[in-house]
């Protein structure tokens, strides 16, 4: 029984660190792949140094490559692929990520 228990906690302990480690927790408590978490004008963050403005006045990571409009009528960061994700949205990104919290973000 103890040993079940043990080897249980580790493999709760592994996965929970393996999330981590894919993901950061950006104050406002939304995930991202990458380790930046930078505040926009509008207090949501993104995950480049700089924050792009799109037509509909909501920011995106600055990516220095554009951006392009899914077909939900969003803007992701134009980096060659979107990827419809198991929820419906759309990512930046050639595979869905999975966060923590349930939402997705794109990698390459």
Partial sequence: MFCMKSIIITIVLFLTSTLAMSSTLCPDGSYHPDGYCTICPDGTY???ERCQLTPKGDYIRDEGTGQRLTPKGDYIPDTGSITMCPDG?????????????????GVN
């Fill in 46 to 48: 993104v995950t480049t």
């Fill in 89 to 105: 949205t759309y990512v930046a990104g050639k595979r869905c990520r999975l966060n923590p919290d349930g939402t997705y973000s």
